[in-house]
């Protein structure tokens, strides 16, 4: 069997980046917090509880922690988040990714000098949430689906400015703007593809290794939204695709007489369990 694991499957350089500041932190003394999981995955996310870091949740729990450092993971946070933390008196460590800053700086910019924002996205997305809060959120729309797109309207014309979530599916993000930008009551529409290369480059690789495969793994955690835009990717080119978190979930009752398998895995993935899987399906299959 021809068991082929795409360049960029893993950990992107934000997450990395998140990662190893958490654990640096580790090494040190203090209590240590991270605000919402680190990353999206649970085998990370639980070895950094053994090592005594915190999760929080929400802003009403700071009420009642002993202070300490609270790292900003790489989605980042809303800007009334980060100033009621430094409020309440925790030491702030901010590992928001840096593509994803660049976007606050952008909508904050247009948003001062009176442009309506669109953010394309998830809106239940920790990321989006946080592009949100660096906007005036009642002069913002987030689009999600063709639907949102057709059902977009303003009162009167406006200025508007579109941005995406970095993890959103690259094609999508292009059909959802070229349906906005039909309806041409605008007095200015500036259109920021902002799904960083990284995300681009792991779609587009994840396409052509599917069309190549008889079976395509696609490797991340439940709640990881670019890992779940990778599944939607892999699956329009290979039906024969599966969506798991760890070689536990796998389920090789199909891979019989395969002779092409392709492995992709989302930003969150660390390398252990994507090598883990590969090197399974390579020798026990």
């Known amino acids: 069997m021809d068991v082929k694991v795409a360049e960029s499957a893993g950990f992107c350089f934000g997450v990395r980046r998140g990662v190893n500041l958490v654990y640096e932190q580790t090494d040190t003394p203090g209590k240590i917090y991270t605000y919402g999981p680190i ?18 949740e929400r802003l009403e729990e700071l009420d009642t922690l002993p202070k300490g450092r609270m790292i900003i993971r790489s989605h980042g946070v809303s800007r009334q988040i980060e100033e ?45 949430e946080g592009i949100r809060g660096w906007c005036d959120p009642k002069d913002t729309t987030i689009i999600e689906t063709v639907e949102d797109a057709e059902n977009f309207s303003l009162y009167e014309k ?100 395969l002779e092409h398998v392709g492995i992709t895995a989302g930003a969150s993935t660390p390398n252990n369990i994507i090598e883990e899987v590969q090197k399974y399906v390579r020798n026990e299959l």
């Not at 699956?235 to 760890?246: L, R, V």
């Open 158 to 257: 406006r200025k508007v400015c579109v941005v995406s979530q970095t993890t959103f599916n690259n094609n999508k993000f292009e059909k959802l703007v070229e349906i906005i930008q039909k309806k041409g009551y605008y007095i200015d529409i500036c259109i920021l593809n902002t799904i960083c290369n990284a995300t681009f480059e792991r779609q587009s690789e994840a396409r052509k290794l599917a069309k190549e495969s008889q079976a395509m793994i696609v490797i991340g955690g439940k709640h990881s939204s670019n890992t779940q835009k990778l599944f939607e990717i892999c699956k329009e080119e290979c039906n024969n695709t599966y969506y798991i978190q760890t070689l536990e979930d796998l389920d090789t009752t199909g891979f019989g007489g």
């Open 84 to 128: 009621t933390m430094r409020e309440k008196g925790f030491e702030i460590l901010d590992a928001t990714c840096p593509f994803v800053k660049k976007i606050h700086r952008i909508v904050s910019e247009y948003s001062k000098d009176g442009y309506h924002i669109v953010i394309i996205g998830n809106a239940n997305h920790p990321e989006v």
């Open 39 to 56: 990353i999206h995955n649970e085998e990370v996310v639980s070895d950094l509880e053994k090592k005594g870091v915190r999760v929080v």
